[in-house]
């Protein structure tokens, strides 16, 4: 059972994008739902590393990405449109770790990479 779900919005703002620096979630498990295709922004793509290589997915409005707290993943800058998403997340009691924040890029407690 998630212990804590989340909606998120992220338009484009003017000027230049947000994005999402490379980190490990300190959780059990996070489910990553796209609610819009990648089609519908431009940048904004999610990524990780995977047997030393960076990887993007091609997310279709629906899919979803399940890892656990060893992926490290990013979100490269959005500079159009807006990225929907829904979190789901089981914690594993990591908060307060060494290298943890509550204050990460992600505005959600990051582990560094």
């Given at each position: 059972m998630p212990r804590l779900v989340l909606w998120r919005r992220v338009p484009a703002p003017t000027g230049?994008?947000?994005r999402i620096a490379f980190h490990r979630d300190p959780t059990h498990a996070t489910v990553n739902v796209a609610?819009?295709?990648d089609a519908q922004?431009?940048?904004g793509r999610l990524m990780y590393v995977a047997d030393g290589r960076v990887v993007c997915p091609a997310?279709?409005?629906?899919s979803a990405i399940v890892h656990d707290s060893t992926l490290v993943h990013a979100v490269s800058t959005?500079?159009?449109g807006a990225?929907?998403?829904?979190?789901?997340l089981r914690e594993s009691g990591q908060r307060g770790?060494?290298?943890a924040s509550t204050g990460g890029a992600c505005g959600f407690p990051c582990l560094a990479a």
């Open positions: 230049g994008g947000e609610l819009n295709s922004f431009e940048g997310r279709a409005a629906g959005l500079r159009g990225r929907y998403s829904l979190f789901a770790a060494p290298g």
